[in-house]
């Protein structure tokens, strides 16, 4: 890679926001374009709550990508807020990427974005993601259904994954990318803080270790981050749930299920940063967390009245 200051070739950037129904792998195809862990995946529905941007670098031109919130009827406040969130981001980015699940095709979740985004004046591409599960004329079947209801630019069929089709679609993306400065240093591959990383890596295995037994409505906070001396972080995160039943849930039969959701954090953490961890769990009950609007600041979200 060269310095956007290296040579007399201008220097590209923009924005592509990546937008889709919930599960359809955009937190896992962030992953594959960044290289890098930068948003959180599990099994459950709607697990990114607010836009996370992942920065890919190719020669002269910078790509931001915007893992949106999974789009879907909202039912409660959070639901609008991240329905929002989505929105939002698909209208501030240069360009639109539909992320749909080719497993699951033309679902009722897929359709119901369909009419919003034919709308919008934003470019916009089809990704057809986990194509390594359906049968090539599916696939195509697919692909033309989408495009006479969307006017897509152009259709990607990748496996996020297995990174399959991955470096085409970013290469698509770079060519499409406005002349401008660059937003962010050249090694860098987020613009989550540390801080914030570290609540979304707990929220991640707490999400992963018992995600039937807690309601989707819990989140984690970090409270203290503190560089040491030697190097190492310390850091302080709570877990806030909603009943105190919930709360001997997370906590588990002697602390064990808090232990192991720190343990399995706490490496991901230390490989992530690159330095010893020292994380410290606190779990609380806030019974009406999700209607308090500095939580909503706390995720970058803004809140619906």
């Known amino acids: 890679m060269s310095s956007p200051q290296s040579g007399a070739e201008p220097t590209r950037c923009g924005f592509v926001a990546l937008v889709g129904a919930p599960n359809a792998g955009k937190s896992t195809l962030l ?5 890098t862990k930068v948003s959180i995946v599990t099994h459950k529905a709607q697990t990114t709550r607010t836009q996370i941007r992942g920065v890919v670098t190719l020669d002269e031109t910078q790509i931001v990508y915007v893992d949106t919130p999974g789009i879907f009827k909202p039912k409660r406040r959070l639901d609008r807020a991240m329905v929002q969130s989505a929105w939002a981001g698909a209208e501030d980015a240069d360009r639109v990427a539909l992320i749909v699940d080719a497993e699951k095709g033309l679902a009722p979740d897929v359709e119901a974005l369909l ?5 919008s004046a934003r470019p916009k591409t089809l990704v057809l993601n986990k194509i390594d599960r359906v049968k090539r004329e599916t696939l195509l079947a697919l692909a033309a259904a989408l495009n006479e209801k969307v006017e897509f630019t152009d ?3 990748i496996s996020a994954l297995k990174g399959e089709g991955v470096s085409d679609f970013v290469a698509h993306c770079a060519a499409s990318m406005p002349l401008s400065p660059w937003l962010f240093p050249e090694d860098q591959l987020s613009d989550l803080s540390l801080a914030l990383t570290a609540a979304e890596v707990v929220r991640e295995k707490l999400f992963l270790r018992i ?8 989140t984690v906070e970090t409270e203290n981050f503190e560089v040491r001396k030697d190097g190492s972080y310390k850091i302080d995160l709570v877990i806030y749930v909603t009943r105190d039943s919930h709360k001997k849930i997370v906590l588990g039969k002697g602390g064990q299920t808090i232990k192991q959701i720190g343990a399995e954090a706490r490496g991901e953490l230390t490989d992530l940063f690159e330095t010893p961890v020292h994380l410290f ?5 806030r019974e009406k967390w999700a209607d308090d609007p500095s939580r909503y600041r706390e995720m970058g979200l803004d809140f619906p009245q």
Not at 281 to 285: A, D, I
Request: net charge neutral; proline share 8%.
């Open 155 to 157: 259709t990607f069929m």
């Open 31 to 35: 992953n594959a374009l960044v290289g």
């Open 115 to 119: 009419e919003p985004l034919a709308k």
């Open 281 to 285: 769990l606190f779990v609380k009950v």
């Open 211 to 218: 995600h039937q037994e807690i309601p989707y409505a819990a």
